[in-house]
Structures are given as C-alpha cells and as structure tokens.
C-alpha cells in the first residue's frame, strides 16, 4: 500500500536525513519518532505527496507519487491521502460543518460521511460553532475529521498531541487509530511525544535517541 525506498533529501548540503525505507501493507501503523528538528515533517510531506524527495521514491498502491505531474498529483493526494498538519489548517472564521463541507468540495467527495465522522470524533454537537471559538482539542478533532472526510487509504499524522494534555491526548491517538482501522487505512504518526509511544507498537526513530 504505501512503500517508500531510497528516499534521500536535505535543504543544505552541510545537512543529511537519514530515511529509513517504509513498507506498510493496508491498515498497517507506524510511529516514526524524533527529536525536534530531526526531519520528522520533513519526511512526513515527502510521504504526503508535498515535498519530492532528491532521490528514490513513494509508492502508493503501485502509483509513483513523484513521477505524477503537479496537478495529478494534487488530484491523487485529495483522493488517497489525509494529513493531519502540526498546526490545524482549518479556516477558524467557518463552521466545523462548513470546513468539511469545503473539504469534501476540494476532494469530489460527497459528504456523506460527515455526520458519522463528527459523531465519532465527538465534535457533532459543535458543528454550527465557528472554529475559532472552539477549545484546542475540539479544533484538533476538527481537523482530524477534515483529513479523513474524503475517507483517504493513508492518513499522516504530524505531532497530533503536541499542544494537547494528558488526557486529550490519548484520545486523539484513540481516535486516529480507530478511524484508520475503521477505513482499514495506513497510520503514520510522526512525534516527539512520549506519550503516544505505548499506543502504537510498530515504529521507527530516526536522528537518534528522542
Ligand atoms: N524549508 C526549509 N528550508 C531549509 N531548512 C528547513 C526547511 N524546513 C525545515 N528545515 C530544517 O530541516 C530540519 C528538519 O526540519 P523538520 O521540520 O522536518 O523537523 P521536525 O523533526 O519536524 O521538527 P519539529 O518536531 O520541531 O517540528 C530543521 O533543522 C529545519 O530547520
């Protein structure tokens, strides 16, 4: 489903990631963990279709993401992927219901699912609510749900918890988990976050020890 190999990259030449390859099957999970600054989203938008790689390559169910031209790609990406940015993008003077709605008009989709996805994630009751007004957390959920309104194959996942506590948390990880399994989707979280570490067992870390 999602395999990335030989994948080498760097913004300066003094600088060097060192990528480890990626397999994972559908409804497979990974954690890639790393210190600040070790290229976690680096190598999360180089996953997500958003940065090409200086060399080797990310396969999607068999489809080359970097041998697509700029507007397939972004066609490919709206349909198969969701991402889940460090900081929400979501537009805060719309509605929750409103930012989906936009979603689903970007990728094609129906939105037919947005009820259900709102339900899931605990935020149905906040959909006539503007995101500015809502507490981090519920802007977080929104944002999930934004990145799995078109019900993507690989969702990608960059430091969900980071500004969260203890208990919202966990529920965000619960909550990613259970939407990837309920779509039988890839799961790649990518963190500095200890705490998401006994949730997932299958990871990777790169840069050294975090
Ligand atoms: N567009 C860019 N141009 C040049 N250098 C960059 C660029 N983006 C990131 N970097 C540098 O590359 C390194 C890795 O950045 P990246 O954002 O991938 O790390 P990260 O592990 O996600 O960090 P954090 O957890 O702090 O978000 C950092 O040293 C950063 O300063």
Known sequence: M????NIEFHYSPDQNFNIPDISLNQG?????????????????NMLGGLLKPLKGEVLIDG???YQLSGAALDKFRGKNIGIIFQKPHILSPLTVEENLRLANYFSKAKGDKNEVLLKDLGI???RKAKVNTLSEGEAQR???????????????ADEPTASLDDENAGKVVKLLKEQAEKFNA???????DQ??????SNQITIGGEV
């Open 2 to 5: 999602l395999v990335a190999k």
């Open 28 to 44: 497979e999970q990974l954690l890639i963990l790393g210190k600040s600054g070790s290229g976690k989203t680096t190598i999360l």
């Open 63 to 65: 489809t080359s993401l």
């Open 124 to 126: 149905f009751e906040k």
């Open 142 to 156: 929104v944002s999930i749900a934004r990145a799995l309104a078109n019900s993507p194959k690989i969702i990608l």
């Open 186 to 192: 890839v799961l790649i979280i990518v963190t500095h």
């Open 195 to 200: 705490r998401v570490k006994d949730h997932i």
